[in-house]
T-cell receptor
């Protein structure tokens, strides 16, 4: 158990809908990262938050947004869903120590858009 | 463009065999290279390497980094069926925070 908690584990929804994925980082970790994993693309970085502030952005679509709350949990919002958004979405957290950046992953949320 | 390339993409071996997984990278501001094991869901951390030539070991797994030639290898000796997984290589680019992942090597160990 990595200590990173993601909910829900599975999500089935229809095209055009909006969903929210939730992540609680390991105790004490200030950084949260969101990744998307699809069969052909591997793990793709979406966005990073550090202590409530957006720190880095990857290939995140405009239809997707995220935030990190004062208690450090994070939510990833996906809207106007398309079939191609079906994937595993992972959250990871790290202490963001200057010397090392070991990221610990949650179990993921499997999103199926029908 | 920063990239991490792993080879082979898949590998089938028998229990007891030794395997070598490869990871090459081209990134700016390299800070460290990490190996993860992904079984059914979450990638789990194996090793982090920052300096060339220093081998990391954990039981039957070991890894080495060559910063001059920009690659790393992960060795697994005396493989067991429980080693079957996708092994992911990732590079930390320092200030940018996120990891750049390779597509992984899928290892299947047959009894």
């Amino acid at each position: 158990d990595s200590g990173v908690t993601q909910t829900p584990k599975h999500l089935i929804t229809a095209t055009g809908q909006r969903v929210t994925l939730r992540c609680s980082p390991r105790s004490g970790d200030l950084s949260v990262y969101w990744y998307q994993q699809s069969l052909d693309q591997g793990l793709q970085f979406l966005i990073q938050y550090y202590n409530g502030e957006e720190r880095a952005k990857g290939n995140i679509l405009e239809r997707f947004s995220a935030q990190q709350f004062p208690d450090l949990h994070s939510e990833l919002n996906l809207s106007s869903l398309e079939l191609g958004d079906s994937a595993l979405y992972f959250c990871a957290s790290s202490a963001q120590d200057r010397a090392k950046n070991i990221q610990y992953f949650g179990a993921g949320t499997r999103l199926s858009v029908l | 463009e920063d990239k991490v390339v792993q080879s082979p993409l898949s590998l089938v071996v028998h229990e007891g065999d030794t395997v070598t997984l490869n990871c090459s990278y081209e990134v700016t501001n390299f800070r460290s290279l990490l190996w993860y094991k992904q079984e059914k869901k979450a990638p789990t951390f194996l090793f982090m390497l920052t300096s060339s030539g220093i081998e990391k070991k954990s039981g039957r797994l070991s890894s080495i980094l060559d910063k001059k030639e920009l690659f790393s290898i992960l060795n697994i000796t005396a493989t067991q069926t429980g080693d079957s997984a996708v092994y992911l290589c990732a590079v930390d680019r320092g200030s940018q925070g996120n990891l750049i992942f390779g597509k992984g090597t899928k290892l299947s160990v047959k009894p």
